[in-house]
């Protein structure tokens, strides 16, 4: 599969990078620093330019975006999720898979992870920017699929054992809700491979 990769470089996108070359697509990463990149077609460009970011996805079947904003401006994550909807459809393109965040997922009936008194303010702006993002989509006629991932996502073992979910938080015996970033790629190139989540969110915990 020809798959059009935004933010490959990251913490999350570089595994999702090697998620799909260990399985024979054909990527293309679309990155602030093509140096950076390997075993893949590189191209600069930026997520939240609609010109670019169709001509980066033209010919692709598949586009993931792996962007992260920067650190002081994480309303860009919503923007950029604009910019793909209003570009995608310009360049051919139906397919849209989004690395989203955990804080818009419930831990009780009708209480999001974001709203609960032990999150963490700092990362506020990021949640409320990764549940805006969801709704920018719904907003367009892309086939796309937001996996959200467990309350803490940090590099780690390639296990292939994990559970999914919609939207709940996934959590373990002891209530703790992880999942590496290299098993988080495996969710989601499963996701690429064999769709079972079109225009819904779901995520992905031990």
Not at 39 to 65: E, M, N, Q
Not at 75 to 87: N, Y
Not at 88 to 100: S, Y
Not at 199 to 205: E, L, S
């Amino acid at each position: 599969m020809k798959v059009t990769l935004f933010g490959g470089s990251g913490m999350i996108g570089s595994r999702i990078l090697q998620e799909l070359i260990s399985r024979g697509h054909s990527v293309t990463a679309v990155v602030r620093n093509p140096s950076k990149i390997t075993g893949a077609a590189a191209l600069a460009g930026d997520v939240l330019d609609p010109a670019r970011v169709a001509a980066a996805s033209t010919g692709a079947d598949a586009v993931i975006s792996a962007y992260a904003p920067p650190a002081d401006d994480p309303a860009k994550l919503s923007a950029a999720a604009r910019t793909l909807g209003d570009a995608l459809p310009r360049a051919g393109v139906k397919r849209l898979l989004l690395v989203g965040g955990a804080g818009g997922l419930e831990v009780a009936p009708g209480v999001r992870l974001v709203d609960t008194p032990e999150f963490p303010t700092p990362y506020k702006p990021y949640a409320l920017a990764h549940i805006d993002a969801v709704d920018q989509l719904k907003g367009t006629d892309l086939d796309w699929t937001v996996l959200s991932p467990a309350a803490i996502i940090e590099p780690g073992e390639r296990t292939g054992k994990f559970r999914l979910g919609t939207n709940q938080l996934v959590t373990d015996a002891k209530g703790d809700s992880r999942i590496s970033a290299e098993d988080y790629a495996i969710a989601l190139v499963d996701e690429l491979e064999k769709p079972q989540h079109i225009r819904q969110r779901f995520t992905v915990g031990y």
